[in-house]
């Protein structure tokens, strides 16, 4: 089992940054995969950052190549996404998530078993 817990969301306005944290405990040798993902209301959940907890790749969903950075901190078991210039798109609840995906399935969320409970994003003037 792994337990996972976001942190950092918060109310910007346009054009401004954001850092998410999400902090892993718990059997982390199982998974070789971290994920951040984001829901809007009344959409489905959307793929943002993945990479490999160990290295080996990292992934990003095309409406957020070269705003946003998926990072890790192995020491510290916890990921990060720094996000920049942030738009009103952008906003919605980010999950943090691990498992084992393989490399073809990493921007699809049931390929993660571990989800953290959320952190609000919102991007308005």
């Known amino acids: 089992q792994v337990q996972l817990v976001e942190s950092g969301g918060g109310l910007v306005q346009p054009g401004e940054t954001l850092r998410l944290s999400c902090s892993l405990s718990g059997s982390t040798s199982d998974i070789n995969g971290a994920a951040w993902f984001r829901q809007a209301p009344g959409r489905e959940r959307e793929f943002v950052a993945a990479?490999?907890?160990?290295?080996?790749?990292?992934y990003y969903a095309d409406s957020v190549k070269g705003r946003f950075a998926i990072s890790r901190d192995a020491a510290k078991n916890t990921i990060y996404l720094q996000m920049n210039n942030l738009k009103p798109e952008d906003t919605a609840v980010y999950y943090c998530a691990a498992g084992r995906p393989i490399t073809s399935s990493v921007r699809i969320p049931s390929s993660y078993p571990y989800w953290g409970q959320g952190t609000q994003v919102t991007v308005s003037s």
């Open positions: 990479m490999r907890w160990r290295g080996g790749g990292i």
